[in-house]
């Protein structure tokens, strides 16, 4: 049985995997936050594999360990200041694990039925959470944030244009136009074109001083594309840019979308989370009112990739935009009141990805939640007032813990070139991970983002001496030019 392994191997096995995972969570803080980036390097290691001698069961697990421990992001790093990518947490890898051995499959419901009854369990308590009526929330686990925002497409074109399910846009007299902030999420350009749509479909609106979308901008482009014939059919706002942390106006976007007859969608991948938090909640309000919502459990919650979330209080649309019949599945569903997910999803043959997402709430709850994110808020704030003491310039304004900043001191503090400089620095330094962006699409700033439970105070001085450090560094070396 060369892929069961014999029994002595495979008892090595499992122990080198619970010593490696073990070993990783607890001496990952030691580890330079970043790998050097030798593409030739990592070629060359992989040449040899040539797969005509078999390898060593044990030897093949530590050649992947000692690869990702060199060659890869730790984003479990408690210093990975970073892009929402949090490190794991433990009932999450537990549950990974148990999944990739039982492997149930969630196409049909019949096939697992647990594993099926848990994510409907789910896909009701977060739409509770975010104020919809549970018994009329429907949804999905999607392999991300991207997979949600394209359902979400999806859904608005199906239910706003009956026709393109049968003709497709060639059944449409007009061209179909959505709206999304400056800030929104470049998932939708890649969902424009992978439903056919075309990357003009996408009105990106601009954004008013505080990084919100401009809703007069909103309501002139709605005219303007109504005159000119097109068919403007969604809004999509963001709760919580992935560049700075801000969250649109939602009651007004949901009133306009509403009046406009336009579908609303809220991508709250990351800044859903703030609807745990009692004092949080009320930035997130209006959310109630969206057809439908993007939340990822692998960004705040820190549950292991991917774990996309995708809900909408039409417990009827998925079933209209994945509807299919086949000889091959099995049908034990229809009379069962069930629904088999595969008729309910972009994908077909699907991992339990609700597993990671249960079993870490069951074990945090609720409480647990909201305890670790008002902690990494305030952790946020430290970062702010840390910052202003040693004279960087803090010019983003969101509850949410992400900092955007600029070099207050230097005499080139806000030019783009001194900024990828510093977060180069930094990264180098293997001492901590920040990165660049830019805010209302031109300004460039540094960005550093808590997302992980790890994180704790003595970490953000540690980022602020690397980051004076950097600064010494290329200051330094801008004076010799
Ligand atoms: C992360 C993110 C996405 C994309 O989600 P993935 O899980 O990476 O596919 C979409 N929108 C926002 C606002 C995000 O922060």
């Known amino acids: 049985m060369i892929l069961k392994l014999n029994d002595e191997t495979r008892q090595r096995l499992w122990q080198q995997l619970i010593e490696t995972i073990e070993r990783y969570a ?15 390097e990592i070629r060359a290691l992989l040449a040899s594999f040539d797969f ?9 697990l530590r050649f992947a360990t000692e690869g990702l421990l060199k060659y890869q992001v730790h984003t ?21 694990t148990l999944v990739a051995a039982f492997n149930p499959q969630l196409a049909a419901w019949s096939h697992s039925p647990l594993a099926n009854e848990i994510e409907r369990h789910l896909i009701r308590a977060f739409g509770e959470r975010f104020g ?38 060639r059944g449409l007299k007009a061209q179909p136009v959505f709206y999304i902030s400056a800030q929104g999420h470049h998932s939708f350009l890649k969902a424009a074109r992978f439903c056919g749509l075309g990357t003009n479909a996408v009105r990106w609106i601009t954004t008013d001083a505080g990084d919100k979308m401009d809703v007069a901008s909103l309501e002139a482009q709605i005219r303007k594309d109504r005159t000119d014939g097109c068919a403007p059919f969604m809004v999509v706002a963001t709760a919580g ?16 979308a509403a009046n406009e007859s336009l579908w609303f969608h809220v991508d709250a991948a990351w800044g859903g989370a703030a609807a745990l938090i009692p004092e949080l909640r009320p930035i997130l309000a209006g959310i109630e009112h969206a057809d439908s919502i993007t939340f990822d459990a692998h960004k705040w919650l820190s549950v292991p990739m991917g ?13 209209r935009a994945c509807r299919i019949t086949t000889d091959y599945m099995p049908h034990d569903a229809a009379g069962m009141g069930v629904i088999d997910p595969y008729t309910h999803s972009l994908q077909w043959s699907r991992r339990f990805i609700g597993l990671k997402v249960f079993l870490s709430l069951a074990v945090a709850g609720w409480k647990g939640y909201e305890i670790l994110i008002k902690e990494q808020t305030a952790l946020g704030n430290l970062l702010r007032q840390q910052l202003a003491i040693h004279e960087w310039k803090v010019v983003n304004d969101t509850p949410l813990p992400i900092v955007c900043f600029l070099d207050g001191k230097s005499p080139a503090g806000s030019s783009a070139t ?7 620095e930094v990264v180098k330094s293997g001492k901590a991970w920040i990165s660049t962006t830019r805010l209302n699409n031109k300004m460039p700033v540094l960005r550093a983002c808590l997302t992980n439970y790890k994180t704790q105070a003595e970490d953000i001085l540690a980022l602020i001496a690397a980051l004076d450090e950097a600064r010494e560094g290329v200051n330094a070396a801008e004076q010799r030019h």
């Open 76 to 96: 479990p790093h408690p210093r990975y200041f970073g892009l929402f990518n949090p490190a794991p947490a433990t009932m999450g890898i537990a549950a990974d």
């Open 26 to 40: 607890a001496d990952v803080e030691q580890l330079n936050v970043a790998p050097e980036l030798k593409r030739e």
């Open 307 to 319: 774990a996309g979330i995708y809900l909408t209080r039409h417990d009827n649309i998925l079933d």
């Open 241 to 256: 840019t992935t560049s700075s942390g801000v969250i649109d106006d939602l009651e007004q976007l949901a009133r306009l």
């Open 418 to 424: 001194h900024l990828d400089a510093i977060a180069g």
């Open 52 to 60: 005509t001698q078999p390898l060593d069961a044990v030897e093949a």
């Open 132 to 169: 919809y009526d549970p018994a009329m929330t429907d949804g999905t686990f999607c392999s991300g944030g991207a997979e949600a925002n394209q359902t979400a497409l999806i859904s608005a074109i199906v239910d706003r244009f009956p026709q393109f399910d049968e003709e497709g846009l």
